[in-house]
T-cell receptor
Framework: QQQVKQSPQSLIVQKGGISIINCAYE??????FPWYQQFPGKGPALLIA?????SEKKEGRFTISFNKSAKQFSLHIMDSQPGDSATYFC??????????FGAGTTVTVRA | DVKVTQSSRYLVKRTGEKVFLECVQD?????MFWYRQDPGLGLRLIYF???????EKGDIPEGYSVSREKKERFSLILESASTNQTSMYLC???????????FGSGTRLTVV
């Protein structure tokens, strides 16, 4: 049973468009919510992360929105570029410092 | 640049073989992790280690064991490989008190 539910499984967006990936969790003990980006043949790399006392965090074209009461968080990729084509994983950290990952979303940006 | 190195990119093993997957990190991190990655399931934690000679079971430890004799090296062992262990295996490390994991590039294991 997955502790972090991620959707959609895949999405296709045109260059310049917005990609949105959603995640939901049940465990209120989670205290750190990172997003990882994975290119084919590579391991996941930390992209951006947020703490639950913050509702939004932006780094360049990537923004995390966090809704603590709904236990949901999302990744927005603004002005999507072909180089953003990758698999994205949301994750949540429990108080024993382990990360639980979502199932992943494959993003394809069409030029 | 910090690195987590997994010794093999691709492995093909036969059912029943004992398989060793090796992971080495050069960052002096205390914490190391083994995940397996399967389509539609994301990354699932197999085992982790907080220190040398220490190990903890993750969410799916059945059929696996680990060894950590030195701080920089964390080995995943499949005692008797089975076809349902065909997967991508990812090693990661993290320093104590820090949030971010550094992942290796993965080992794609096929058991035939």
């Amino acid at each position: 049973q997955q502790q972090v539910k991620q959707s959609p499984q895949s999405l296709i967006v045109q260059k310049g468009g917005i990609s949105i990936i959603n995640c939901a969790y049940e465990n209120t003990a989670f205290d750190y919510f990172p997003w990882y980006q994975q290119f084919p043949g590579k391991g996941p790399a930390l992209l951006i992360a947020i703490r639950p006392d913050v509702s939004e965090k932006k780094e360049g074209r990537f923004t995390i929105s966090f809704n603590k009461s709904a236990k949901q968080f999302s990744l927005h990729i603004m002005d999507s570029q072909p180089g953003d084509s990758a698999t994205y994983f949301c994750a949540a950290r429990s108080n024993d410092y382990k990360l639980s990952f979502g199932a992943g979303t494959t993003v394809t940006v069409r030029a | 640049d910090v690195k987590v190195t997994q010794s093999s990119r691709y492995l093909v093993k036969r059912t029943g073989e004992k398989v060793f997957l090796e992971c080495v990190q050069d960052m002096d991190h205390e914490n190391m992790f083994w995940y397996r990655q399967d389509p539609g399931l994301g990354l699932r934690l197999i085992y982790f280690s907080y220190d040398v000679k220490m190990k903890e079971k993750g969410d799916i430890p059945e059929g696996y064991s680990v060894s950590r004799e030195k701080k920089e090296r964390f080995s995943l062992i499949l005692e008797s490989a089975s076809t349902n262990q065909t997967s991508m295996y990812l090693c990661a490390s993290r320093p104590t008190g820090f949030y971010g994991y550094t992942f290796g590039s993965g080992t794609r294991l096929t058991v035939v």
